[in-house]
């Protein structure tokens, strides 16, 4: 599981043994100076040079979100990633800015994939069953963080796709062989 940022400088993975998310942001790096027993040229670049671009490197954050992280999802507004933790059936929010986990919830599935609707305002878990619970998507509200929808589609379901006018999402139903619609 992979995102990167719209623009192109933060990388996120998750670690489904360690049960952490890599936040790998680009950053400066600093100035190796110049070469040992060298003398920097008097009065700068020679004429026609172009100026050198700061150089750049990857800083790797770890953050904790549960036992089995494995499917995440990248907020539209990217301050957050909410994350699945398919062995202990929660999802953790871990706000991007401050790299650390807000919330950890319980829910009915024991998720292993996790996609915003285009929205932002509702989020799918698809998975295996979990407790007494048949359910293997449910929807969930993403400000009260509540579910509003479940399915049971027969079962456990993985992947999500959700159309690009947000309308329907596409959920694989392995277990089954077969992909359920949903009408978002």
């Known amino acids: 599981m992979v995102a990167v940022s719209p623009n ?8 489904v043994s360690s049960g952490t998310i ?3 942001e680009q950053v400066s790096a600093p100035s190796p100076g110049p070469p040992p027993a060298s003398t920097p040229p008097s009065g700068g670049l020679p004429p ?3 100026p050198s671009n700061p150089r750049k490197t990857w800083r790797v954050t770890n953050v904790a979100a549960g036992r ?3 499917g995440f999802d990248l907020s539209p507004d990217g301050r957050k990633i909410w994350v699945a933790n398919a ?7 871990i706000d ?3 790299k650390k986990a807000t919330l950890t919830f319980p829910i009915s599935v024991r998720g292993n994939r996790l996609k915003f609707a285009r929205d932002g305002k509702r989020v799918l878990v ?8 048949n359910a293997n998507l449910v929807i969930l509200d993403v400000g009260t963080h509540q579910e509003v929808r479940s399915f049971d589609f027969g079962g456990g379901s993985a992947g999500i796709l959700i159309v690009p006018d947000g309308s329907r999402a596409y ?3 392995s277990a089954k062989d077969k992909v359920a619609v949903v009408d978002l």
């Open 96 to 98: 991007v800015p401050t």
């Open 126 to 133: 698809s998975g295996g069953s979990s407790g007494s619970s």
């Open 8 to 15: 192109l400088d933060h990388v996120f993975t998750s670690n």
């Open 22 to 24: 890599s936040i790998i």
């Open 171 to 173: 959920v694989a139903v």
């Open 48 to 50: 026609g040079t172009p």
């Open 87 to 93: 062995q202990d059936g929660t999802v953790t929010i």
């Open 68 to 70: 089995g992280a494995e």
